[in-house]
């Protein structure tokens, strides 16, 4: 990570390969700690709010200028001085971009079970972060809020998250509205079971919503237009799960929402939130839940997986962009 980013983060052209920072990986020392291998890492939207000027506050920590970008990964243990972890283990956690990590256990980390034998990148897409802050998000701020039939809308619904949400809102019974931004997008979002897919870069999200709302409850991943055009065609007692704002993560000035008179008028209630603050309630059930109903396909999930390190700046940009089609991992390494 070489510079704080203006508008989109660009990848620089040459992968460096620093010769001062290779490791003895029989030898080096671990002082208690753990040998990793880094096997797959993840590209998610929340990097790019990682990227800012020093002193900005944000609530994951800011990346440093000249150190390895981080992130969501897994990983394999090759040696270890910590009972925690024995050789051979797969652990999930947060992880340095790099191939090999000395480190010690700490709490993002889990050794996971993978009974139902998944390709190790689902852990870090629909059984990894994305995964969780659908369920748990979904859990908490919508679930315990809907009737059957009532409106459901998802913004970015081809996506990590989106296409989850999705699936979770036709598991009870709602009529699901959601938008992607593209023609093939909207194709698989509709193959998920969503009753209204549109791209909206083409059609007016005004226009949709108008037709097929008003809205109960709607999943925001997106922020700017869509969510302004939600507010307007928002049920009364609404609910609304703030999950993330992308349209304007790389944005030198803030959109301002036009039509947040609605709370008022609508009686709407806001959810903002942090999976990591719903951790402790709902992990454990997602672990035990989520991996069976992705290996027996009740759960459908299309992962953008791209091979190579190297290739891990483009893939954010991709993500950045749209230019991703379902959730991006980086294979680094093989088992
Ligand atoms: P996705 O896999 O959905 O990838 C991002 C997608 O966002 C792109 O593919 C693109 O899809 C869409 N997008 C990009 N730019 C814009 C734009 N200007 N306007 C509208 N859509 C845009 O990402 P995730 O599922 O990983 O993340 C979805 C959201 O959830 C993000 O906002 C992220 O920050 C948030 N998040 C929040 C968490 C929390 O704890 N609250 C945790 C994890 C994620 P398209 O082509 O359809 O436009």
Not at 130 to 148: D, Q, R, V
Not at 183 to 211: H, I, M, P, W
Not at 292 to 301: C, D, I, T, W
Request: hydrophobic letters at 40%.
């Amino acid at each position: 990570y070489k510079e704080v980013p203006k508008g989109f983060p660009i990848p620089g052209k040459t992968y460096d390969y620093d010769a001062s920072q290779t490791i003895d990986l029989e030898k080096a020392p671990l002082n208690g700690g753990v040998l990793f291998k880094v096997l797959v890492v993840s590209v998610d939207p929340y990097m790019r709010r990682k990227m800012q000027e020093p002193g900005t506050d944000f609530y994951l920590g800011l990346y440093n200028v000249g150190e390895p970008l981080n992130g969501w990964a897994v990983s394999k243990v090759l040696r270890s001085e910590n009972p925690a972890m024995k050789p051979g283990d797969i652990v999930y956690g947060l992880f340095p971009f790099q191939e090999y990590v000395i480190s010690h256990p700490d709490p993002t980390m889990r050794v996971l079970e993978n009974k139902e034998k998944l390709p190790l990148y689902k852990y870090v897409g629909i059984c990894g972060m994305p995964g969780i802050t659908a369920h748990h998000g979904w859990m908490e701020y919508a679930h315990p809020y809907l009737k059957k039939g009532d409106v459901v809308f998802v913004t970015a619904a081809s996506g990590a998250v989106g296409s989850i949400i999705v699936q979770l809102a036709k598991a009870e019974g709602c009529k699901v509205i959601a938008s992607a931004g593209s023609e093939e997008k909207v194709e698989f979002v509709r193959s998920l079971g969503a009753d209204v897919v549109f791209n909206y870069k083409t059609v007016s999200t005004r226009e949709v919503l108008k037709k097929e709302g008003p809205v109960n409850v709607y999943w925001d991943n997106v922020g700017g237009e869509s969510l302004d055009a939600a507010l307007e065609f928002a049920a009364q007692k609404a609910h609304f799960v703030i999950c993330g704002m992308i349209s304007s993560y790389n944005t030198e000035e803030p959109y301002n929402v036009k039509n947040l008179q609605q709370l008022v008028w609508r009686e709407i209630t806001f959810h903002g939130f942090l999976f990591l603050s719903l951790q402790e309630k709902y992990t454990e059930d997602f672990y035990k839940t989520f991996p069976p109903r992705v290996a027996s396909g009740e759960l459908k999930y299309k992962d953008d997986v791209v091979h190579g390190l190297e290739n891990a700046g483009k893939a954010l940009l991709d993500v950045l962009s749209g230019k991703n089609f379902g959730k991006c991992s980086v294979v680094v390494a093989d088992e």
